[in-house]
């Protein structure tokens, strides 16, 4: 695609709709009429101004949610739920090219990447969709005297907090078990990235969810989020995002009311190469896994593990890799955009002089890009350093930037120490053709997902979180139900 990408019109449309917040079925104000300003990463140019709810907005909306799931949701048949579900999934399908280009403008990410998060919502939608009717309890045969049982129930309302790297995916991912299990919802998008959300609201209207069943709010952290967190008649916090944050989430949530929390939280997920992979998969895999969304995804393996006979085959084969990716603005659909903001890109090449100064060995890339059509916006090529340190900060700390470590390693024992040497636990891979090594690696290493010859596979059906400090609780999969019910007995004697 080129500079001249045409919008569609409703695209179009919505950009100049005056943005509101979704409180009880109804588009409204912000109390205080306040606003912030949505900024495309590729240009630093304002596509919107977003609406920023305070602690009284954020009241407004929980308590639109929990009066919905008390008189209404709660009665409202699994069958009609499914329903409204697989509605909203149609919905997404039919505006997926509008989707995919406000997730694009906002969040500077190349239209294939954005259509892929894309079919990743419609997908998780359906697919919980048809849980919605077969959450169910079981008996247990205790005693002759009693009936013993237990069933499975909503747990109220939820509050979901949505990272800005994939919103519209992760916000499916949350918002699609929710629903499934019966809970009325307050969405907050990242303040970085509230387009998608703020569109999706319009579906949910569409598809003819009652009032109040789905509530958006926007704004940052302070105050929206934190008055999401703390707020008393909230059953439940979702959170995907920072370790840092989500620390301070268990925090809060311990000085307000001991609400469920959930959370999906960073990375540093060691890629493993042993000397027997297949190095024609591991090349076509290797850049993607290091570099996929310019970095900015929690499950990429950067830090990189190659066994020593093979290391200077891998290294070049990944640089070679890498320089032909290619970089750019969203809508001309190039491999990879920029970072998501100032604040990010200074974030990153912080990290980069930290290497530099440590002693690891910059081997490609480590600057910002200038080309005339890229000097407005937050872009960065591909950074592999190389180090036999790991004790370095950009081996220990989450970078969240195109930015990945290689080392060298001997032996299995000594790869799978390095590997589980880390706050994280994420996720994982290895690379070899003996199942038995795989295997035994896959039971060794300290990590809630583990590829075998592959990376980043995503399925609705399939369980995700990490260990340690990546997280608590799993998303998707049957593990999500879990998530957004509550498990009740009930003991009836004869």
């Not at 439940?236 to 959370?263: D, E």
């Not at 024609?280 to 020593?308: A, D």
């Not at 912080?350 to 872009?379: M, T």
């Not at 593990?479 to 009740?488: C, G, H, P, R, V």
């Amino acid at each position: 695609m080129s500079h001249s990408f045409t919008l569609s019109d409703k695209t179009i449309a919505f950009l100049k709709e005056p943005k509101k917040l979704l409180i009880h079925g109804q588009w409204v104000a912000p109390l205080n009429k306040q606003y912030f300003a949505a900024i495309n990463p590729s240009n630093n140019q304002e596509i919107s101004q977003i609406p920023l709810a305070e602690s009284s907005d954020v009241d407004h909306a929980v308590d639109s949610a929990n009066k919905s799931f008390e008189n209404h949701w709660k009665t409202v048949s699994a069958v009609e739920k499914a329903s409204l579900m697989f509605r909203l999934a149609d919905l997404i399908e039919r505006d997926q090219q509008t989707l995919m280009e406000l997730e694009t403008l906002d969040n500077g990410k190349p239209l294939s990447k954005a259509q892929y998060d894309m079919d990743a919502c419609i997908h998780h939608f359906r697919y919980y969709a048809g849980w919605a009717t077969k959450i169910e309890g079981a008996t247990y045969p205790v005693s002759k005297d009693a009936l013993v049982y237990t069933q499975k129930e909503p747990l109220g309302v939820v509050g979901l907090i949505v990272p800005w790297n994939f919103p519209l995916m992760i916000a499916s991912w949350k918002l699609a078990p929710a629903l499934a299990c019966g809970n009325c919802c307050v969405l907050k998008p990242s303040e970085k990235t509230s387009l998608s959300a703020l569109y999706l609201g319009k579906l949910i209207q569409e598809a003819g969810f009652p009032k109040g069943v789905v509530n958006i709010i926007t704004g940052n952290g302070n105050p929206t989020g934190i008055a999401l967190v703390r707020h008393q008649q909230i059953d439940k916090i979702s959170f995907t995002g920072s370790t840092k944050t989500g620390k301070f989430i268990s925090q809060q949530n311990a000085h307000s009311t001991l609400k469920r929390v959930s959370l999906e939280l960073g990375g540093k997920s060691p890629n493993v190469i042993f000397s027997d992979a297949d190095i024609e998969k591991v090349t076509q895999s290797l850049h993607w896994s290091s570099f996929y969304n310019t970095g900015q995804e929690c499950t990429l393996g950067s830090r990189v593990f190659i066994q020593k006979t093979i290391f200077d085959q891998v290294i070049d084969q990944l640089i070679k890799q890498s320089k032909k990716l290619s970089i750019g603005h969203g809508l001309e659909n190039p491999d990879l955009g920029p970072l998501i903001d100032q604040g990010q890109f200074k974030h990153v090449m912080d990290y980069i002089k930290s290497g530099q100064n440590e002693g690891a060995e910059l081997i490609c890339g480590g600057h910002r890009l200038n080309d005339k059509h890229l000097k407005d916006g937050y872009f960065m090529g591909p950074t592999i350093f190389s180090h036999q340190n790991d004790r370095l900060k950009i081996v220990n700390e989450e970078i969240f930037g195109p930015v990945v470590v290689v080392s060298s390693f001997d032996s299995y024992d000594q790869v799978i120490q390095r590997a589980n040497d880390s706050p994280y636990g994420l996720a994982a891979g290895v690379w070899t053709q003996s199942h038995s090594k795989a295997l035994q690696f896959a039971n060794d290493v300290k990590a809630g997902t583990v590829w075998i010859n592959g990376w980043d596979q995503f399925s609705p059906a399939v369980p995700f979180g990490g260990f340690k400090d990546s997280g608590i609780g799993k998303e998707m999969g049957k593990s999500a139900i879990d998530l957004y019910t509550q498990e009740k007995t009930v003991w009836l004697n004869y």
